[in-house]
């Protein structure tokens, strides 16, 4: 009996799932390669993403597909499935009258809303792809260099925002010369556009089945956009093919029993970013769920929007951040209603974007035990905007967090050794093929045998018992050398240190590349500090000179050190707190939150010198 056999034996059941068996292949090459496939097949598929609206309008049309709260009282207004099928028929008949050229897309500057979903789905009808944009390009871009970049680059025929007052500077910094513009709510007052109202009422003629019918698995479906953590960022080809596959690879490893409730999603999660826009939404409309539109975020003064959501909707599916956990157990723990609400309904947790703190696991657990009886797994998935985006899963009842889990049917994961780590690599019917106009990275992206090479690293839980799992082990291109040859990997430390001075710390850049020790460039948790402090109206520079965040800060790393047992490869010698946020023009942030290390460093070099002074200042915390 293994430690996590054992662990489970002595608590309360995890709520049932029917998981997937994880029936392994396992080929070991001579020169150490590894290579892991599901035995399994991959389930039939849909043919394309419009293909499960037109099954659910057909079969049950008032159910509801979408709501999302609206009007001076934010109360729910819900489109059921036979409301939203007419209107993407109309729609889908308006851009078919545009006479669109092949392959140029409807761009999506606005965020998360019924409009978005239904001009998604005419635009994939008429064979158009969509190209949804993160709407941080367009309202905290000072210069929108990203933005004209990618309209240089993919060259959209059409432009939707929900509204036009809103987005006019970003709309009028572009060249929209034979660009047709559509709002939705206002129009802008310099932009000439169309109305979505107008054109949701076009009739429809035969040429929306016609158009239907010539839809193929290898139809582009979206361009959707990497971070730009390297650089400007790729517009990634998704087809039919690769959503449908992977939605079903995600249903396929947690079927849910015939008898269960209807799937009800709420979720905030950005549709320009892979994992809301296909590994969420994709899913939600492919069983025929419910998906409540969650306005809220995970951030101070915008949460509130989603406990009140949360206090309304009892969520089958629930996922989020690390950082939205810790918001919602917080305030759980002081509201049993709350509580109730959440776990009512709810067969599975979710978590990505970050490894999921311990102690936070533990807090939550004990919500779900002390409100249910039971506990619940959180699964978590892995995989990039060239994968559609989940290639593996943790489908199995674990204890254990920060797992990528195992290969879903249909995928092939290719791990090439890497110093003490492996490099991730993934083929499958779920992976692109090739990014929109930049043939040269295409080829760039692929190995001898048709791998994606993804970036990622990651080692196994046991290397004797491959289904185990693998542990997230960081960037690759991430990781570096002290001066004294010692090799630190960025991604597990990283993580593992802002979960040490937990709730203090927000993020963190790790240096030490060609220097004698680790140091760490940190961002407070600003909510956190002021309750810390006790002053919820304290400045940024307040915080980071308090001697309570100081000491906290210095207090959790330095068990971060002794637990490490001493090894320089872990052992984080100075801190300092900063002041100014991450720059999404400075390439610091991805629009997904990820930070970008690299980049980070280079703007920050003057903290990075400041950190390893021979005479450090007092804004630098010596850890001994």
């Given at each position: 009996m293994n430690a996590e056999t054992a662990a489970v034996l002595t608590k309360p059941a995890f709520r049932k799932i029917d998981w997937l068996p994880r029936d392994i292949a396992v080929e070991r090459r001579a020169d150490g390669?590894?290579?892991?496939?599901?035995?399994?097949?991959?389930?039939?598929?849909?043919?394309?993403?419009?293909?499960?609206?037109?099954?659910?309008?057909?079969?049950?049309?008032?159910?509801?597909?979408?709501?999302?709260?609206?009007?001076?009282?934010?109360?729910?207004?819900?489109?059921?499935?036979?409301?939203?099928?007419?209107?993407?028929?109309?729609?889908?008949?308006?851009?078919?009258?545009?006479?669109?050229?092949?392959?140029?897309?409807?761009?999506?500057?606005s965020g998360n809303s019924i409009e978005h979903a239904l001009m998604t789905q005419a635009a994939m009808q008429a064979r158009v792809p969509v190209a949804?944009?993160?709407?941080?390009?367009?309202?905290?871009?000072?210069?929108?260099?990203?933005?004209k970049f990618l309209f240089g680059l993919v060259k959209p025929a059409v432009v939707m925002v929900q509204d036009g007052a809103v987005f006019e500077k970003a709309l009028a910094a572009l060249d929209l010369t034979g660009i047709t513009?559509?709002?939705?709510?206002r129009a802008a007052a310099s932009i000439k556009s169309a109305a979505y109202a107008d054109l949701a009422a076009t009739p429809v003629t035969p040429a929306v089945a016609a158009s239907i019918a010539q839809i193929t698995p290898d139809t582009v479906g979206k361009l959707l956009f990497t971070s730009g953590s390297t650089g400007m960022p790729k517009a990634v080809i998704n087809?039919?093919?690769?959503?449908?596959?992977?939605?079903?690879?995600?249903?396929?490893?947690?079927?849910?029993?015939?008898?269960?409730?209807?799937?009800?999603?709420?979720?905030?999660?950005?549709?320009?970013?892979?994992?809301?826009?296909?590994?969420?939404?994709?899913?939600?409309?492919?069983?025929g769920g419910t998906l409540y539109i969650d306005d809220g975020r995970p951030v101070p003064g915008q949460f509130e929007e989603t406990l009140r959501n949360l206090r309304e909707i009892s969520p089958t599916y629930y996922a989020n951040v690390p950082a939205g956990y810790a918001a919602l157990a917080a305030v759980m723990e002081k509201d049993d209603a709350l509580c109730r609400s959440f776990f009512k309904n709810l067969g599975l947790v979710a978590y990505g974007g970050a490894r999921l703190p311990d102690d936070l696991y533990d807090r939550i657990q004990a919500l779900a035990i002390r409100t249910t009886g039971e506990r619940f797994v959180f699964y978590t998935g892995w995989g990039s905007t060239e994968t559609?985006?989940?290639?593996?899963?943790?489908?199995?009842?674990?204890?254990?967090?920060?797992?990528?889990?195992?290969?879903?049917p249909g995928v092939e994961l290719k791990l090439v050794p890497a110093g003490p780590k492996y490099e991730l690599r993934l083929r499958g019917v779920n992976v692109t093929p090739g990014y929109f106009g930049r043939p040269d990275l295409t080829e760039a992206a692929f190995d001898d045998e048709g791998f994606y090479c993804i970036g990622d690293a990651g080692v196994f839980v046991d290397p004797e018992d491959p289904k185990q799992g693998l542990i997230f082990s960081g960037r690759v291109v991430e990781d570096f050398k002290l001066t004294t040859g010692t090799f630190v990997q960025v991604g597990s430390l990283r993580t593992d240190a802002i979960a040490a001075a937990s709730p203090v710390?927000?993020?963190?850049?790790?240096?030490?590349?060609?220097?004698?020790?680790?140091?760490?460039?940190?961002?407070?948790?600003?909510?956190?500090?002021?309750?810390?402090?006790?002053?919820?109206?304290?400045?940024?520079?307040?915080?980071?000179?308090?001697?309570?965040?100081?000491?906290?800060?210095?207090?959790?790393l330095l068990a971060h050190n002794k637990a490490s047992g001493g090894s320089s490869s872990l052992r984080i010698a100075r801190a300092m707190l900063m002041t100014e946020p991450p720059s999404i023009d400075g390439n610091e942030l991805t629009d997904k939150g990820y930070i970008n290390q690299r980049a980070g460093l280079e703007r920050r070099a003057a903290l990075v010198e400041q950190l390893y002074a021979d005479q450090p200042g007092p804004d630098v915390i010596v850890l001994g």
């Open positions: 390669v590894i290579v892991l496939k599901s035995r399994i097949p991959l389930d039939p598929y849909e043919p394309h993403i419009p293909a499960s609206l037109a099954k659910w309008a057909a079969e049950r049309p008032d159910h509801i597909w979408l709501a999302q709260r609206r009007g001076p009282e934010r109360q729910w207004f819900k489109v059921s499935y036979g409301a939203a099928k007419r209107t993407v028929d109309a729609l889908t008949q308006a851009l078919l009258n545009m006479n669109i050229p092949d392959g140029r897309p409807v761009a999506i500057l949804p944009v993160s709407p941080a390009y367009s309202l905290m871009s000072q210069d929108h260099a990203k933005l513009v559509i709002h939705v709510d087809t039919q093919k690769m959503m449908c596959a992977n939605a079903r690879m995600m249903m396929q490893v947690r079927p849910r029993p015939d008898d269960a409730p209807d799937g009800i999603y709420l979720d905030w999660m950005p549709w320009n970013h892979t994992m809301g826009g296909n590994a969420l939404f994709n899913v939600a409309l492919t069983e559609a985006p989940t290639s593996t899963g943790t489908y199995w009842d674990t204890e254990r967090v920060g797992l990528i889990g195992l290969p879903f710390v927000q993020d963190a850049l790790v240096a030490g590349q060609d220097r004698p020790f680790i140091g760490l460039l940190v961002w407070p948790n600003l909510d956190a500090c002021r309750r810390l402090i006790g002053d919820m109206d304290a400045s940024m520079d307040t915080v980071v000179n308090h001697p309570k965040v100081c000491a906290h800060l210095r207090d959790g």
